[in-house]
């Protein structure tokens, strides 16, 4: 059967290119080559995991280390490692969980760490968050965000971004944005409309203020409002994965609009969640959302564990089951999230990702005067994408560049992805210190200078 080939960059790196190809066969020796084949043998083919780029051995605070023992500065962690790879604090309340043989929870009881999570979610979360349902993973929460907003407003429509990543099952999937999560697979679930993120680096118009994107932005979601009304709720992250950072502006008028028009608002925070932007959760810097989603670091980096938390108001749907999951209240991750975000709490890790995201982007936007090939630096907090251009004029992704940049990077000690093709994203450990940040940035000055001055993969 022909099927379509073309495979999507937006939410990474792919393992198809002849540059990958380059990497797998300078990198990938001895035992790390025979495990690398054994994985690519039993594991269903990605383009986004397998084959895969390397093979690991350890996990540790900032850094992951291979088989030879070379260790990198992890840039990427799939978000699960707010407070550290194997953080001590929470591999302990781990241990401690499993010592006390009260791990999995069977539905229909619940647990001394599940109520003692969700408690402490009510008193961290801002604006009246109180009500609290778990799952294994942020796809799923998300798709428990999406029924709860169905039942509570009767609809069945939702609005989303285009380019914006949710999840891979079927709803998250449909109120995803990219098209190599939902192309091939048939009808998706009905009703998902997209509009524009307000990207004002990027902004299809050519607008040069933010106020200006941003009005465009709202009349596109007022516009679909309008034309198919009965919308059940406007989905989004507050800062994109990419990442993009949108004005406090931007989002109240998005909030006024669901209430106008008898929305919710829900706000997917699977990875800004638990500190990355600066405050403990990234919705503190627009408005409170109706539906909180969170995930990744919720499973303290050890266990799969995600969420959603809700106000009071929105418990009306005891004759349903939005979230009939079999872990929902499993101890065990409970346990594992009240570490990670006790550990969160007690050294103060938003407020370093504040600071030390402040002085990256300093140094970052000082490179960008060195390095034509940087084009735009955004984020907030330890939330960070370099946009590289071949031309800075036309902003022209220079896709092959970042890729060699990247491969570059993991060659001198540091791990990091990239998005939507050309732009390198830096989302550390929480943990991270400046001078671990100083060695980071000096690799990406480094491999940058070198593809500029010609040096190929």
Known sequence: MKRNKRIEREQGDVNTTVNRREYWKRNLKGESKRWFDEDKKYFLHQSLSTPVLNVLSRAQGVYIEDLTGKKYID?????????????????EAVKKQLEEHMTFCPRRYTNIPAIELARKLAEITPGGLCRSLFCPGGSEAIEMALMLAKQVTGRFKTISFWDSFHGAGPAAASVGGEEHFSGGFGPMVPGAFHVEFPNYYRNPWGFTSEEDVDAECLRQIELVLKRAPEMAAIIGEP???????????????????CEHYGAL????????GFGRTGKLFACEHFVTPDILVL?????????????????ERYNVCQHRSVGHYTHEKNALCSAAALAEIGYILEHKLHEHAAELGGYTMKRLTDLKDKHP???HVAGLGLHIGIDLVSDPQTKARAVDEAEVIMFKCLEKGLSAKTIEGNVLTLRPA????????????????EAIGEVEAGKKY
């Open 75 to 91: 840039m990427h962690g799939n978000g699960v490692h707010n407070a550290g790879f194997n953080n001590p604090a929470v591999v």
């Open 430 to 445: 929480l943990v991270i210190t400046r001078e671990e940040m100083d060695r980071a940035i000096d690799i990406i000055d």
């Open 295 to 311: 995930g990744k670091s919720l499973g303290g980096g050890l266990l799969p564990f995600a969420g959603i938390v809700t106000h």
């Open 265 to 272: 608002l829900i706000f997917d925070e699977i990875i800004e």
């Open 373 to 375: 090939l940087i084009g």
């Open 239 to 257: 800062i994109s994965a990419t990442p993009v950072v949108p004005s406090r502006r931007y989002w109240q008028g998005v909030k006024e609009l």
